[in-house]
């Protein structure tokens, strides 16, 4: 077999299997290409093709595609002597094909080369030479290859060459960046005619200026004296311009404008830019007038990269200088168009603008000044930015508008309700400028004053309103609220069902205001229970319902009665699922504040209406309706809150009579791991509810589990477990049948499903709650799972498990490891059993003489590049647990660690120098706390990336 396939891997076997791929249709080709391209062959065999096959576009585009692939991720295959020869047959295969597809892949393996080739010194001079005087296809060529070196420098991180690399990379691309906007502006002079081939090169011209301005960081100096940087301009007034060519020119003034952000060193080219964004604003109109929406929104991301850009001061100097406010209102006059697009583009704006002031309120707010001062100085700061928060309210009520013939309420996916989320999370950051009760005050009287009756109309002004409804406070003057809910009950049940959905969620964001004016209550209720029987309203009535029952607990005691009644009425409602459990979870914030009878003969109540369907679909076999029963359930317990001295818990009775049923189900649907998912859910929110009166359940719960898990191993079990040790390990009596559940839990896991460092990169949710459980016992008992016989195997898994890409996996495992070391010098495991401290201790020194170095030596690997950036401090804690706990020991494992690093690729790319290795031992045996620990290891990080 082995020499069938060596036979393949020629030029011939390669090109029988392109044409069998994509001329005969024959999926199974692509496996074996695929083969080919990690083979070393396939250096050789892409250069034959590009060769040989010069004009057949599919078989060029796979070899260049190959090339590229080659030199991004086997670069260390190729032997010194024959990089400089790689080179020239790149330069060579990019100007002859005839593919520009190939071309493109062509431009990128030349990108990729000059960033790990270290002995190609000056790249962006050698393209030049090359490729320089130059024909359309040179041009595209050059720029292509010019754009992709800028991009692939700093945007692709999955090429580790290394910060070291890449800011030498920086520095060169830097020195040439005036050279290489002289190349670009030639270029764009040798074809500024009109025609196809000449607007691609101008695209190319405008998007590789566009690169190196935001890559290179280019000096004011050169930037302010290059055409190519004021060229875009032209072609921005040029509303018959080629959308593509438009659109290219927009981005490069955006990347103009993106550099103005650091006004301390681009000030003189801000300067520039400004008159000349302002003169597109006459153009914006005339694309708005003609109906073209593409180029309009073009320009609005050029206006709204102006606003960012000038940010810092917009928002700490409104009016003064790069302060000035044209920028703002030009993004409202965008907003005027009424375009979702052009909406969309600014959101981002909005949000940050918000997060800028709201941080300059904070700094007057603790400042040491006296409250007077700090009141007018507030006030000068969100004064100037009221009247725009109030314009951005005004032209969304248009945007916000349900067309006029929409039916039912808007479908959770379609793009008008997620637009609608994003603008409702960002009128919520903007809202502390006016004050939540000034703007629906000004909602309700644009609504008014504007003779809005209309129902999409209404609508639209309801739903903003719905949007300050939270951030009113309770305390405020209701009169608004006040009118807002007479327009709210004078809504018939005939309107449409839009607009009575948008009135629920309006009394669901007033639930805070009604704890504190109970009085309305009751209208509320009448309200909504009056619509839960209308199609489409349901479950909006049931999260209404249940959003004010959370607010108002104690409030809603004299309606308690009726949320029964309406449980009761489920079924002939017609309520779906989620709806259903979003009442049975109103019941339960309100039963846990009635007597203690009463919450048992509720809950009894809706258990055994509940436990009748849940019983049919178990005899019926029907997973998902079991699943929604067992949900239905787990909400009823979910959220009840009983703190009255009753013992036992009120609702233990009613819990130990479900068990036999959910000790039935946990035996019959063992295989469906869905069902033992949400069993586990169920029965984890009735011991957390119980508490220590659950303790008569834990047995035969243990029992249930350990059973079960032996047939099928489900994780879910897992995590139920470390629920169990986490209520009763304080219970003297519940440790031996805990220890005992560990024990077997170990077993099975240990020796049957995590064997392997492969077993546990494909079962990350088993060693997630596997390593979870152990957590709770070094939390609770630690010493009982240190002298389990199988504790060194715990252990050596956990370290294998410390390089695991799967984020909650490894946060398991890193945790374990932390709680692991701190456990030895916890203080109060010691004031409560001397003797089993002492005990414990002598068995954990063991375990970190014999697995210190290792556990070190993974921690380093990780911040070598070994796990994702994100899960970097993981490792950072329980090395600094290392720290605080083993000081000494932990400079000699470190020395140890630090002294296997990889300083230099294959390739004799540097990744790491002496002088860094030493000052981040430095740095990781000095550090002055936690965070400090996660910095080190994160700029250390930075060198492997």
Request: aromatic residues 8%; glycine residues 4%.
């Amino acid at each position: 077999m082995a020499s069938q396939q060596q036979s393949l891997f020629q030029l011939e076997g390669v090109m029988q299997m392109l044409r069998a791929l994509y001329v005969e249709g024959k999926t199974e080709a692509s496996q074996w290409l695929e083969q080919f391209q990690q083979s070393v062959e396939a250096w050789t065999i892409s250069d034959q093709i590009l060769q040989k096959f010069s004009k057949e576009n599919v078989a060029c585009y796979f070899a260049a595609s190959t090339m590229k692939m080659k030199i991004f991720s086997s670069y260390d295959q190729l032997p010194a002597e024959t990089r400089p020869v790689l080179r020239d047959t790149l330069f060579n295969h990019v100007t002859t094909t005839s593919s520009s597809e190939a071309r493109t892949q062509l431009c990128l393996a030349i990108a990729y080369l000059a960033l790990q080739m270290v002995e190609w010194t000056e790249p962006v001079q050698t393209l030049i030479e090359r490729l320089s005087p130059f024909g359309t296809v040179g041009a595209v060529v050059l720029l292509q290859t010019l754009m992709y070196l800028a991009e692939e420098c700093y945007n692709n991180e999955r090429l580790r060459v290394g910060a070291n690399r890449r800011d030498e990379m920086y520095k060169k691309l830097r020195t040439s960046s005036s050279t290489t906007l002289q190349v670009v502006e030639a270029a764009l002079e040798m074809h500024q005619s009109a025609g196809a081939l000449d607007d691609g090169v101008k695209v190319l011209c405008f998007r590789c200026t566009s690169s190196w301005l935001r890559m290179c960081n280019v000096p004011d100096s050169t930037l302010t004296q290059c055409k190519i940087v004021f060229a875009p301009f032209e072609i921005a007034k040029d509303v018959d311009a080629d959308d593509k060519l438009y659109e290219s020119a927009c981005d490069c003034i955006c990347s103009a404008l993106f550099v103005c952000g650091n006004t301390a060193e681009h000030a003189a080219l801000a300067t520039q830019l400004v008159p000349s964004v302002c003169s597109l604003v006459d153009t914006f109109g005339k694309c708005v007038q003609t109906g073209d929406s593409t180029k309009a929104e073009d320009l609005c991301r050029v206006f709204t990269e102006m606003a960012e850009s000038f940010l810092e001061h917009i928002a700490n100097t409104p009016g003064d200088g790069f302060g000035d406010l044209f920028s703002v209102h030009l993004l409202l006059k965008c907003l005027e168009t009424g375009s979702v697009p052009i909406a969309k583009i600014m959101l981002d704006f909005w949000f940050r603008l918000s997060e800028e002031v709201f941080r300059r309120k904070e700094s007057i707010e603790y400042s040491a000044a006296v409250q007077q001062v700090k009141d007018a100085e507030i006030e000068a700061t969100l004064a100037p930015f009221r009247p725009i928060v109030q314009d951005i309210v005004r032209h969304l009520t248009r945007l916000m508008m349900l067309d006029a013939d929409h039916t039912g309420v808007p479908a959770t996916n379609s793009d008008m309700k997620e637009f609608r989320t994003d603008i409702f999370d960002m009128l919520r950051d903007v809202a502390f400028i006016n004050g939540s009760i000034n703007l629906l005050a000004f909602i309700f009287k644009s609504m008014v004053d504007g003779e809005q009756t209309a129902w999409n109309q209404v609508e639209a002004h309801l739903w903003l309103a719905e949007t300050m409804c939270v951030g009113v406070k309770p305390e405020e003057d209701s009169a608004v609220v006040l009118e807002l809910l007479k327009i709210v009950f004078s809504l018939s049940t005939d309107v449409h069902v839009a607009l009575q959905s948008t009135a629920l969620g309006v009394l669901s964001e007033l639930a805070r205001w009604l704890n504190m004016h109970p009085q309305y209550l009751s209208d509320v209720l009448t309200f909504v229970c009056n619509r839960a029987h209308i199609t489409g309203l349901g479950l909006s009535c049931m999260t209404a319902i249940c959003d004010i029952a959370e607010a108002c607990q104690k409030n809603m005691l004299p309606h308690f009665d009726t949320l029964l009644q309406v449980a009761a009425a489920i079924e002939s409602l017609k309520l779906d699922s989620s709806a259903a459990i979003q009442l049975l979870s109103a019941i339960g914030y309100v039963v846990g504040h009635v007597t203690p009878e009463k919450i048992q003969l509720s809950v009894q109540q809706l258990v055994q209406q509940e436990v009748r369907g849940l019983q049919a679909a178990g005899e019926a076999r029907h997973v998902t309706l079991v699943v929604q029963y067992l949900d239905r359930v787990a909400a009823i317990f979910k959220n009840i809150a009983f703190t009255g001295p009753s013992t036992p818990h009120p609702c233990q009775q009613v819990i130990i009579n479900l068990w036999p049923l959910l000790s039935s189900l946990g035996t019959e649907f063992v295989m469906e791991s869905q069902v033992m998912e949400h069993w586990c859910r169920l029965i984890r929110f009735c011991l957390r509810l119980l508490e220590s009166s659950g303790k008569p359940l834990l047995s035969p719960l243990l029992q249930v589990l350990v059973t079960v898990y032996d047939r099928e191993q489900h994780s879910s079990f897992l995590y139920l477990a470390s629920v169990c040790v986490d209520l009763f390990a304080t219970d003297a009596e519940c440790v031996p049948v805990l220890t005992s559940m560990m024990s077997h839990f170990s077993d099975r896991v240990l020796t049957s499903h995590l064997t392997s460092y492969a077993d546990l990169v494909n079962n990350p949710h088993t060693v997630d709650d596997y390593y979870r459980l152990c957590v709770r016992f070094m939390q609770n008992i630690p010493l009982s799972l240190i002298q389990l016989p199988c504790m060194a195997s715990i252990v050596s898994r956990a370290l294998a498990g410390m390089l695991l890409q799967h984020r909650e996996a490894a946060a398991s495992v890193s945790r374990f490891f932390t709680d692991l070391v701190r456990c030895a010098s916890d203080s109060t495991y010691a004031s409560q059993s001397p003797a089993n401290a002492e005990q414990l201790k002598k068995h954990l020194d063991t375990l970190l003489d014999q697995n210190g170095a290792a556990l070190v030596s993974q921690v380093i690997m990780a911040s070598c590049g070994a796990v994702p950036y994100h899960m970097l401090n993981l490792h950072a804690d329980v090395l600094y647990a290392l720290f605080c706990v083993a000081p000494i020991p932990l400079t000699r494992w470190l020395q140890q660690a630090l002294a296997s690093v990889q300083r230099t690729t294959s390739t004799g790319l540097e990744i790491v120098t002496e002088a860094q290795l030493a000052g981040y031992y430095a740095s990781l045996t000095t550090v002055s706390g936690q965070r400090a620990m996660r910095c080190a290891m994160q700029e250390f990080y930075s060198l492997f990336r």
